[in-house]
């Protein structure tokens, strides 16, 4: 016969057994044992740490300790001493770290003691798991405040990769997110925050001193140039970063030099995509963070001048280089006289934004239809080969429409990484900026991250590594490399998925997600495993050996790309990982790229002995510098979700929705 269950049931009149004494004695005997080991537990907390505080909020906890050990947790050993603590927060030397706003110790003890019990509740752990947020583990490193006078050049040690192996594969959790781990972050990295803003005082000091007003800063030999034609390119790129790092008065200093100095009428030749990205992003965000009416001024000047690179451009397509003062253009010559995707399909935010401002729609037409044409002759895949003829001089099959001449690819491969990259990032980034009610450019975007997952996403052996190959479209043959460049996806992808039509929870939105994740897990890993802790400026991949440096790349450029997907993961999905890693890169930076001056390029990531190079690309304060510092700002007004796009220089604007509303409350 079935057992019949224990207790009486209410109405009933239970019957005494001759068994009954001894089982009173062995329930006797059980309670003994529960008090027994709950003074046990709050002795040894007592006498670890026997701060008032302390005391008093453990008696006022005492009466919920019992409850641990009723009901299927009854039976179960209870953990010691040392692993309790631990689990608590605290470390091999019983110190506590900070669990939250509060640091509540024995809200930290009894919920390490529920969780040790739930994990090895029988009646829950073979249940399915129907809810993912419920069965998520609590996060397990180690927050810890950073002091301000910590010597990163002094302390820091790369410790190599092989860890956070839980991240690699970008599958969801694998930790909750709490508001206490939340805060318990927030309060790291306001401590982080000191030591990147130190280093951008530190570099924009040296840069005022030395090369005010020059395109570069040299950070080995205390000295400027003007590779750039003379448009102060560090000086605009860094007006931004100065303002979101509260470098108010270095920033009105810099205000008043393009004031009294900037004139793109005395410039030569330039890179139509790097003077759009870099100067007039730069001058467009100052004036859309300041309100600044000279900033403006300047960008409606650049921008008529990098507007004559249409002119004479029969296919629609803008020539790679303009004469700012005489409106001459052509194609880069390097080029071979082609025009390259990842530059023309990479001008459209900031021209659209300064169409918004001015009221004047010449900008937005002429680089929207470029999204247009890439449309009429897009390949299936929606991938894009780098190289398009755009000069109807050049020999080649021409279509025509009307009065245009259809320009035609002259490569075959594909990549997301250096000449295609931008070209997708701005697919997404115009829909966003125009308050996603502009189908044409997200579906272009849907459409090449379909054909990236299905022809150039790959996994390496044997740590399982996300990365995206390149392939050549015609033969089939893939090249296993990815470069440094390719690490914006991660960021990309994840703002994809957050803001997909279908939903956040829809198939290709986690898709996407897990891809971001995973991809960014390995451009960690890039870093994590050279000697310095920097990134070379691509890695190839080998069966059964996972990755190791590209050939005839074992340089770094300081560039942003993963750290940009740090911050952009971090504020979409608030997991203190990113900051980690962050924090790691920037640490690396600063111990081995750091001059007397400033900060350079690597010539060898492998060579913890090496010098940096005398030079410094302007996108290291703008980009790099900024990207570390919004990732442990969290006061930060970027709101990448609702309120900010990025250009592909790391200059946030407001999206469209937001600045028609501002202007209606003004």
Not at 145 to 168: K, N, Q
Not at 378 to 387: E, H, I, K, M
Not at 422 to 440: A, C, I, N, V
Request: hydrophobic content about 35%; some cysteine.
């Amino acid at each position: 016969m079935p057992a019949k269950p224990l207790g009486r049931r209410r109405g009933t009149k239970r019957r005494v057994s001759a068994n009954e004494p001894f089982r009173n004695l062995m329930l006797m005997l059980l309670g003994i044992a529960a008090c027994l080991t709950i003074g046990i537990i709050l002795a040894a907390t007592f006498f670890f740490n026997g701060d008032a505080d302390t005391d008093t909020s453990l008696r006022h906890k005492v009466q919920a300790l019992p409850h641990l050990l009723r009901g299927p947790n009854a039976g179960i050993a209870v953990p010691s001493i040392e692993s309790l603590r631990r689990d608590a927060g605290h470390d091999d030397h019983g110190v506590l770290h900070d669990t939250g706003a509060h640091g509540d110790k024995s809200d930290a003890l009894l919920l390490a003691l529920e969780q040790k019990n739930q994990r090895h509740d029988p009646l829950t752990e073979n249940a399915p798991h129907h809810d993912h947020q419920q069965h998520l583990k609590s996060y397990p490193y180690a927050l810890e405040p950073v002091a301000e006078d910590y010597d990163i050049g002094e302390e820091f040690v790369a410790r190599g990769g092989s860890r956070f192996l839980e991240y690699v594969d970008g599958t969801p959790g694998p930790y909750e997110i709490t508001e206490t781990l939340r805060q318990q972050s927030d309060q790291v990295a306001r401590s982080r925050r000191f030591h990147v803003q130190k280093a951008m005082r530190f570099v924009w000091g040296n840069y005022v001193k030395y090369a005010f007003g020059k395109d570069e800063l040299k950070p080995q030999s205390a000295s400027g140039s003007d590779q750039w034609g003379g448009q102060g390119i560090t000086l605009v790129d860094s007006l931004d970063t100065l303002w979101l790092m509260n470098l108010k008065d270095e920033f009105w200093q810099a205000r008043d030099w393009v004031r009294d100095h900037l004139d793109h009428s005395t410039v030569g030749s330039v890179s139509v995509f790097e003077t759009t990205i870099r100067d007039l992003g730069g001058l467009l965000a100052a004036f859309d963070w300041s309100k600044d009416r000279v900033f403006l001024d300047k960008a409606v000047d650049l921008g008529d001048r990098l507007l004559r690179a249409f002119d004479g451009a029969t296919t629609g397509i803008p020539w790679g280089e303009v004469n700012l003062a005489s409106g001459n253009r052509k194609n880069i010559g390097w080029s071979g006289d082609n025009a390259i995707v990842a530059e023309f399909g990479t001008v459209q935010i900031e021209n659209r934004y300064l169409s918004k401002l001015t009221a004047d729609d010449k900008y937005a037409k002429k680089t929207e239809r470029v999204y247009e044409i890439l449309d009429e002759i897009s390949y299936p895949d929606g991938l894009y080969p780098y190289y398009l003829r755009n000069d109807p001089r050049n020999k080649g099959k021409f279509l025509r429409d009307g009065v245009t001449i259809r320009p035609e690819f002259s490569n075959d491969k594909l990549t997301f990484g250096a000449m295609a990259d931008s070209l997708y990032e701005y697919f997404l980034k115009t829909w966003l900026q125009g308050g996603r009610k502009e189908p044409l450019y997200r579906a272009m975007y849907d459409k090449s991250i379909q054909g990236m997952h299905d022809q150039l996403l790959q996994t390496s052996t044997p740590s399982k590594l996300t990365y995206i190959a390149d392939k050549n479209r015609n033969s089939g043959t893939m090249d296993h490399k990815m470069d440094h460049l390719v690490c914006f996806m991660g960021g990309l992808l994840a703002l994809g998925a957050y803001t997909d039509p279908l939903g956040l929870d829809s198939t290709r939105a986690q898709r996407d997600l897990q891809t971001a994740k995973a991809l960014t897990y390995t451009c960690y890993q890039m870093y994590a495993r050279m000697n310095t802790g920097i990134s070379a400026e691509y890695v190839q991949f080998y069966a059964g050996r996972d990755f190791q440096i590209g050939r005839g790349a074992p340089h770094y450029l300081l560039r942003p790309e993963a750290v940009e997907s740090f911050f952009i993961l971090h504020q979409l999905t608030g997991d203190p990982v990113y900051r980690e890693w962050g924090w790691e890169v920037f640490q690396a930076i600063e111990k081995y790229c750091k001059t007397p001056y400033g900060y350079g390029a690597l010539n060898n990531v492998a060579d913890v002995n090496g010098k940096p190079r005398d030079s410094m690309e302007s996108f290291f304060l703008a980009e790099t510098l900024k990207y570390l510092y919004l990732l442990q700002d969290p006061d930060t007004e970027v709101d990448v979700l609702h309120k900010h796009v990025f250009n592909t220089e790391a200059h946030p604007l407001r999206i469209f929705p937001v600045i028609d509303q501002e202007s209606t409350e003004q």
